[in-house]
């Protein structure tokens, strides 16, 4: 195999890994800045051993989320050199901020968020627990604000030509808030507190279930519920304008999306189907001319097709984006379902009543996490064959230094080690589930200036 | 050219990344050189103790190396992209260890079982002294050059990062690192552990100063050209002279039982060692083996004087906060190590 393969495959692989975690530490962090918070209005015990609980979930995902996160700042340099000459001026001002202004605080608050139980009053913890929160907040606005400018250049001018050629900055903020990237950044804030939301549902539905841990378990469920409820509803919207975005800056990738092909034709919009792309034909169901309408309010109006682009500038897997566009669509409708009828449920205060619905939700935190990676996928692959849309080709991004054989080795060596890693993560998950959060109430008392801290809140 | 106090931008940048990296190489340098160590010290009851010295603190360090990491590609995206893929399997090794150091920390005391707590303590140890080496490897290979052609591409075989004075610079940056974690750990234990760790550091000041004097005997007989810049400018013999006098203080307060201080001077030997490095290349990042017109200097691999400023106005709002909390938390955690329930 070439270098351009095995060099996207490891990148695709090491950061599909990496972004099952950091979605959960930020939706994760959001519910346990809920959780402290209640504890520190109402004094109330029980919130506090459910954002220890949490807390110590979180530990494992952020530990594997920083690990593997690493690796991806590495391969800009080892595997695509070309690309890091080209885009250093513009991406590295984000990376830059990235590191200073996000990793540095939550990395530096997670010490006492983790470990700071008995050494900080419990005031000083929910500051460092928002500090964690906010920062793996901030990591999310710079690194979407660099893939964003990747997706839609703005705030710059080329220097020099051919293989010297590099973009170089001209507008800082025309470079963060480049055409794209408000919406995306939204739309990967929502799907990682859905990620979050989902788990923390998944686990107090199965405790239960289990008739453990059952009125602890009542409380988490709601506020995780009324997260999803929002986020999910949120998401449409913002879904919505992001699609209309790519319409106009990314239109050949739009109409990978929707498999649209012929420029003179209505574009429709489909819930399901498949793409011949010999025939440029699509087999499926859906609305005739919705996605005309969706973009012009007309049932008729042209679209522009991948057809209106060279051969050489279209994506060229045309049927998987429009696959993985549309899984997280429809990822993105159930969850409201599922969100809206438990929300209906609670309201008629028979939330806990229906085993069956429970156990959807068990098994409900897998979709979160498919529609980020099948979102993901479908923006990543859609903007092929560009790296940066428009002005740099993939091919040519590559280290010219490096072999075929080396990345060979590396890909081999993040496989078994990420296997392992995966099979950690489960086990460790399993296990702290299956402990779960009771035998802290013993250990609270021992927590300093407990009492003076209740007492204080309650006299307000 | 713009300037700001006199020194134009790209040798602003030059500084601020090597401030970052003597940051990250004396925090996370004493959690290597304590993870090192781990594997000499015996007892369970021991290992956690000296785990959890580095509990709190190791990813908040290890953070430096990423701040550090988009600095480079940052102010210079033209030595990242021919650093990173002219010492790629240095690199991905580098990455590897890291993981594995990472989970080896997070997985060791979640399970009882002895064959659990064996293996990660040996990931663990072998991860820290790996990346310890790789670091000093990288560097030596900074040092003396290696082949850059052609926009700046590298034209070498990819085993040539295996050489003498990386293998040197590997080992001292080890020495260094364990003379440091030691001291680290002495300030954080009591009873029979601090006793045991004060017979280590010992050795490991002995093992220091051996390396060091190789490093430079080594230096000045085989890559001279490192030692130009002390010849043109004789005043700058000062920082050599500083960093014997430093390393010298160090079994000084140690025999004073001054572990505090003496840990003081491990963290400044280290800044001086980075500070002798930088006086021996500057303005050049990496010197080509094949021709010095194809050397990577602070001029040509920089970024954009525009970038650079903006860059600059990030690290100066931004550092004041990252060293407020990194204070805050190690303050936090002060004192000698108590195990509790949130422990590692």
């Known amino acids: 195999m070439d270098v351009e393969i095995l060099a996207r495959i490891q990148f695709a692989f090491t950061i599909a890994f990496h972004y099952i975690y950091p979605p959960l530490s930020i939706g994760l962090g959001l519910v346990m800045v809920f959780l402290e918070g209640a504890y520190l209005r109402t004094g109330d015990k029980a919130y506090e051993q459910l954002a220890r609980f949490w807390t110590r979930i979180f530990a494992v995902t952020f530990g594997i989320g920083v690990a593997t996160g690493i690796v991806m700042e590495f391969e800009f340099g080892t595997n695509w050199a070309t690309y890091s000459r080209y885009v250093g001026d513009i991406f590295g001002s984000a990376l830059a901020a990235e590191g200073i202004f996000a990793f540095a605080l939550e990395s530096g608050f997670l010490g006492i968020l983790l470990f700071g139980w008995n050494r900080v009053s419990p005031r000083v913890h929910f500051i460092a627990t928002i500090g964690v929160w906010l920062g793996s907040m901030f990591s999310a606005v710079w690194i979407v604000v660099a893939n964003s400018w990747q997706q839609t250049p703005a705030g710059y001018h080329i220097v020099g030509e051919g293989i010297n050629a590099r973009a170089e900055i001209t507008d800082f903020w025309a470079m963060v808030f480049n055409p794209s990237s408000v919406d995306r950044l939204l739309h990967v804030w929502v799907g990682a507190f859905l990620a979050g939301a989902f788990l923390v549902l998944s686990v107090h539905a199965y405790y239960i279930l289990k008739n453990r841990h059952v009125e602890l378990s009542k409380r988490a469920f709601k506020i995780a519920l009324g997260i999803a409820i929002v986020s999910s509803l949120a998401q449409v919207v913002i879904g919505h304008s992001s699609a209309e975005g790519v319409a106009h800056n990314q239109p050949a990738k739009l109409a990978a999306m929707e498999g649209h092909f012929d420029t003179l034709a209505p574009a429709h919009m489909y819930a399901i189907g498949w793409v011949d792309k010999e025939n440029q034909e699509v087999t499926g169901i859906g609305l005739p001319g919705g996605l005309s309408f969706l973009l012009h309010g007309d049932f008729k109006e042209p679209v522009m097709g991948l057809n209106a682009f060279p051969e050489d500038e279209r994506p060229g897997a045309v049927n998987a984006i429009f696959q993985f566009y549309h899984i997280m669509i429809a990822i993105g409708m159930i969850l409201i379902a599922l969100s809206l009828y438990a929300g209906w449920l609670w309201w008629r205060g028979k939330l806990f009543d229906k085993p069956w619905l429970l156990w959807i939700f068990v098994w409900a935190v897998i979709l979160p996490q498919v529609a980020n990676q099948t979102g993901w996928f479908a923006a990543e692959m859609g903007r092929q064959p560009w790296v940066v849309y428009g002005l740099l080709r993939t091919s040519d991004a590559l280290s010219k230094a490096v072999t075929a054989n080396q990345v060979l080795f590396s890909l081999i060596l993040f496989f078994i080690i990420y296997a392992l890693l995966l099979a950690l993560f489960l086990y460790m998950m399993n296990k702290k589930i299956q402990h779960g959060p009771t035998v802290d109430a013993k250990l609270i008392e021992h927590r300093p200036q407990q009492e003076g801290m209740s007492n204080t809140w309650k006299q307000k | ?344």
């Open chain 2, 1 to 344: 050219m713009a300037t700001f106090l006199g020194l134009d931008y790209p040798t602003l940048w030059f500084l601020v990344v090597g401030g970052i990296f003597s940051g990250y190489a004396i925090l996370d340098g004493f959690d290597l050189g304590a993870g090192a160590w781990h594997l000499f010290l015996k007892k369970e009851k021991s290992r956690r103790i000296a785990l959890n010295a580095v509990g709190p603190v190791w990813d908040g360090n290890e953070v430096w190396l990423v701040i550090g990491g988009g600095a480079l590609f940052a102010g210079f995206p033209i030595l990242y992209a021919t650093l990173f893929s002219s010492m790629y399997i240095p690199f991905m090794l580098f990455l590897a260890f890291l993981i594995f150091r990472a989970v080896s920390i997070e997985f060791r005391s979640k399970e009882e079982m002895k064959w659990w707590k064996k293996t990660w303590d040996i990931t663990y140890s072998v991860s820290s002294v790996m990346l310890s080496i790789l670091l000093g490897v990288v560097l030596g290979n900074v040092l003396q050059g290696f082949e850059i052609g052609e926009n700046y591409e590298f034209v070498g075989n990819w085993l040539n990062f295996i050489n003498p004075y990386a293998i040197i610079l590997g080992f001292t940056t080890l020495a260094l690192f364990m003379m440091h974690g030691a001291l680290y750990l002495t300030m954080k234990t009591e009873g029979r552990l601090f006793d045991k760790l004060r017979l280590l550091l010992r050795r490991s000041i002995i093992f220091f100063i051996l390396m060091f004097a190789l490093t430079t005997i080594y230096t000045l007989l085989y890559v001279p050209a490192l030692s130009d810049r002390f010849k043109e400018l004789p005043f700058l013999f000062i920082f050599p002279v500083l960093t014997f006098l430093s390393i010298a203080n160090i079994p000084r307060l140690v025999s004073k039982e001054r572990y505090r201080t003496a840990f003081l001077f491990s963290a400044l030997t280290v800044s001086f060692s980075l500070i002798l490095v930088a006086i021996e290349l500057y303005p050049v990042l990496i010197p080509s083996t094949v021709d010095p017109i194809y050397d990577l200097t602070i001029y040509n691999a920089a970024a954009s004087e525009k970038s650079l400023g903006i860059m600059l106005t990030i690290a100066a709002i931004g550092a004041p906060l990252v060293l407020s909390y990194t204070a805050f938390v190690f303050w936090t955690f002060r004192g000698k190590v108590k195990l509790d329930e949130t422990s590692y």
